[in-house]
């Protein structure tokens, strides 16, 4: 069995917030835990429970400064800050700060792997420590792990249903007859879309999961980011189309596909008993491979404690 690992948690959100609350329970310390403004450090063990509970009546998790949680002494960071684009900043920089001081890196943030992923095995190269990126690909669903554990090179693509707030909408339009601006709302409520959803209905979210799993794919012989990608979102798919798909036996799901050759993302007709017409918040992931056939993988594909599972699953394989 691994021994447990000291851990710097860096993020407070709900990923962050849930690594912290569950690292006890997988056999791990948290030894520094920081959001963009505020740390607390205790190098015999953070005391999670109040923290979040600081984080949840006044906006921070602790006294010290955020810097203090990348210089303390721990076995694995963990990046769990909001994914950004292009740069992938702050993200990628609190990565190579951990790699120049040969340490472990588990990443739920997207960024560093979908915008600079040569950069980030670059590092890795150069270092002790190791960076694994599960959580960055659907959630809990084990979708990275099985690619690395049949070899990248014998799977030959992957697609699926990567976001789970496109596949409720989907789901509800097509189930109830409403249109898509009032599923959204009823997304709102309900808190499956964020305010501004425009990261998940456009499709940029489960581009981002697509570029990951063709940077995967294609190892070191190219380098994929979210430009490389075709991408269309659902904005624009009216209850018609999903009404006229139904007549036929079909739905239409926000489907992405990765390969060595690309990334596209967009609204495909699917019949509605296949695999990838998956329901309300549920990803799913088909791999074809060289020697297994198709194998599916679904599961909830978001969520704080979700994430953390796979977050806390890359910590314990490190060695």
Known sequence: MTAGKRLAVVGAGAVGGSVADLAAAYGHTVVAFADSSSAVVDSGGVDTDAAIEQKSADGSVGDADPEEALHADYDVLVEATPTTLDDAEPGFSHVRAALERDRHVVLANKGPVAERYSDLRGLERDSDGAVRFEATVGGAIPILSTVGDLNPTHVTAARGVLNGTANFILSRMAAEGIDYEHVLAEAQDLGVAEA????????????????????????????????????????????SALELAAEDGRTIRLV???TREGIRVGPRLVPQNAALAVTGTRNIVQLETAHAGQLNLSGRGAGGEETASAVLGDVGRLG
């Open 256 to 258: 992405g596909e990765a």
């Open 196 to 239: 501004d959803p425009a990261f998940d209905v456009e499709g940029t979210d489960a581009a981002l999961k697509c570029v990951i799993l063709a940077n995967v794919l294609a190892g070191d012989d190219q380098e994929f980011t979210l430009e490389d990608a075709d991408v269309a979102g659902i904005t624009d798919v009216p209850g």
